[in-house]
């Protein structure tokens, strides 16, 4: 019996896993940008779970603010390189191989938890949003970063051309979106309404530019 695959699609491992890494690796400003929005909504000095890190990129960011950071992803490939480069950087990332809906964490042990660009590839959505739940702590808060169903063509255009790729890299990366990730992608009223049966009561979804995101927070115990 073998276990559940946690992903879909293609698995990122090997080759595609290093193509994805130099391809993220050209443009770091997103993530700079999102983990300035976490840096204003997080006090410092907290525990930060990232769930599906890839290369690490947001997870080193965030180790450089002065966050506690322990970053899960289900790729071996992604384990291993996501530790080299926040070696390389100089920072302490607590790496660690798992599934986002069964995660190996104990219970209230983060005070945020972040989600870039993965969630739509997860095979059990609902269960990865009850699992941010159970890890985070009374009155933590969970982001979920991801593409929007209904982003249009020439959003994508000025998203990729951002990227500053080469013309293939331009071609695969466009292709990918419109093929591949358009079709696996949520709309605001797919994310609203699971949150709605996920464990957290309160939630609110925000547009921002091909993407959305997600905020949910853990109520307070009485």
């Not at 770091?28 to 930060?48: D, H, Y």
């Not at 769930?51 to 966050?67: S, T």
């Not at 005070?111 to 702590?137: Q, S, W, Y």
């Not at 959003?155 to 890299?169: C, F, K, P, Q, T």
Request: proline share 3%; net charge positive.
């Amino acid at each position: 019996m073998g276990m559940t695959k946690g992903y879909r699609g293609i698995g990122m491992e090997g080759l595609i896993a290093t193509w994805y890494t130099k391809n993220t690796g050209r443009n770091l400003s997103r993530f700079t940008k999102i983990a300035q929005r976490i840096t204003e909504r997080v006090r410092p000095g907290a525990a930060i779970l990232e769930v599906a890190p890839g290369p690490g990129y947001l997870a080193i960011e965030l180790a450089r603010r002065g966050y506690t950071v322990t970053a899960l992803d289900i790729s071996m490939s992604f384990v291993k390189i996501a530790r080299e480069n926040a070696a390389a950087a100089g920072v302490t990332v607590d790496v660690r191989h798992g599934n986002a809906s069964a995660m190996p964490l104990t219970d209230d042990a983060f005070d945020a938890v972040v989600c870039v660009a993965a969630f739509k590839n997860f095979t059990d959505p609902l269960g990865a949003i009850n699992e941010m739940h159970r890890v985070l702590r009374p009155g933590g808060e969970a982001a979920i970063f991801d593409l929007r169903k209904d982003a249009s063509r020439q959003a994508i255009d000025a998203e990729v051309r951002g990227m500053h790729l080469s013309a293939w890299n331009s071609f695969v990366t466009r292709w990918t979106f419109e093929l591949l990730l358009l079709k696996r992608a949520y709309s605001r009223d797919d994310l609203e309404r699971m949150a709605g049966q996920s464990r957290f009561s309160q939630r609110e979804v925000a547009l921002d530019g091909i993407g959305l995101e997600l905020r949910l927070r853990k109520g307070q115990r009485s």
